[in-house]
T-cell receptor, first 118, second 115 residues
Framework: GAVVSQHPSWVICKSGTSVKIECRSL??????MFWYRQFPKQSLMLMAT?????????EQGVEKDKFLINHASLTLSTLTVTSAHPEDSSFYIC??????????????FGPGTRLTVT | GENVEQHPSTLSVQEGDSAVIKCTYS??????FPWYKQELGKRPQLIID?????GEKKDQRIAVTLNKTAKHFSLHITETQPEDSAVYFC??????????????FGKGTKLSVKP
């Protein structure tokens, strides 16, 4: 299947700083990428959907000015957590889908980034 | 919008027994229903999926059934093994032919298979 990578795999930052997480589709063109947040022992909560070259669509309750998403190319999307606070500590997972991924249906997930804000 | 309910939240079975996890969805426009297995700290892995034009799909020990009228779908694992222990998530979404729309996930079922 198609491969999605994320970087970094984990990050610790101080409260008030910003953190950028990268999501790359390695062997397919991800026309759409999704960003999820997963708190311990909870489900994946969709934060936003981004289509290459367009502004991201955010889910209700997700602050677009705090979670900046850029999807400038068909293989890269970034999530920047601005002015991070301890409550932003979570597991952030991206996924990608596209017509060239080998499957028209499946979302391919990255390995996740564990963010800890101290 | 779509709402996905998943039951049970935890499930414990003996090795060799069957396990069934059920999900309901609310949006009749949803036409794609994947199931994911997630081990602790790792990414969700697709284990099986079904489209709305199919009532049942099977892959070795795993099967999924879909009842569009009742808006529910179920995951069936037979001959469970300890390595099946994980959290399982159902999801519902819309596939537009060439692209995948949003997936809304259930809250997950923690399956424990006791040897």
């Amino acid at each position: 299947g198609a491969v999605v990578s994320q970087h970094p795999s984990w990050v610790i930052c101080k409260s008030g700083t910003s953190v950028k997480i990268e999501c790359r589709s390695l062997d397919f063109q991800a026309t759409t990428m999704f960003w999820y947040r997963q708190f311990p022992k909870q489900s994946l909560m969709l934060m936003a959907t981004s289509n290459e070259g367009s502004k991201a669509t955010y889910e209700q309750g997700v602050e677009k000015d705090k979670f900046l998403i850029n999807h400038a190319s068909l293989t890269l999307s970034t999530l920047t957590v601005t002015s991070a606070h301890p409550e932003d500590s979570s597991f952030y997972i991206c996924s990608g889908t596209g017509a060239t991924s080998g499957s028209l249906n499946e979302q391919y997930f990255g390995p996740g980034t564990r963010l800890t804000v101290t | 919008g779509e709402n996905v309910e998943q039951h049970p939240s935890t499930l414990s079975v003996q090795e060799g027994d069957s396990a069934v996890i059920k999900c309901t969805y609310s949006d009749s426009a949803s036409n794609y229903f994947p199931w994911y297995k997630q081990e602790l700290g790792k990414r969700p892995q697709l284990i099986i999926d079904i489209r709305s034009n199919v009532g049942e799909k099977k892959d070795q020990r795993i099967a999924v059934t879909l009842n569009k009228t009742a808006k529910h779908f179920s995951l069936h694992i037979t001959e469970t093994q300890p390595e099946d222990s994980a959290v399982y998530f159902c999801a519902a979404g819309v596939n537009y032919g060439g692209s995948q729309g949003n997936l809304i996930f259930g809250k997950g079922t923690k399956l424990s298979v006791k040897p």
